[in-house]
């Protein structure tokens, strides 16, 4: 690789500000809020408006519904 063409590549927490979910990951976004872990190290923090704590699809409040028979319509067309 080239040198000097590439963004830094570190460890950053992302925290979903609607539950406080923290995940730290490596990223090359950089911030100026930083945040302590327990762990003793501080971390660039970026907030984030959704993540899995709070996406409907993956706490199981998502709500699957055949609207207009969409299933049926998908069999009737590939049934054999």
């Known amino acids: 690789m080239k040198a000097g063409i590439h ?3 570190r460890d950053v927490v992302f925290q979903d500000v609607t539950t406080d979910f923290q995940i730290l990951t490596r ?3 950089g911030s100026k809020e930083t945040v302590k872990l327990d762990d003793g190290n501080e971390y660039p923090l970026i ?3 959704i993540s ?3 996406h409907p699809f993956y706490t199981g ?4 519904m055949d609207i207009g028979g ?3 319509k998908f069999r009737k067309r590939y049934a054999k």
């Open 61 to 64: 409040k998502h709500k699957v």
């Open 70 to 72: 969409r299933v049926d």
């Open 27 to 29: 990223s090359t976004l």
């Open 7 to 9: 963004p830094e590549y």
């Open 47 to 49: 907030k984030v408006d």
């Open 52 to 54: 899995s704590a709070s």
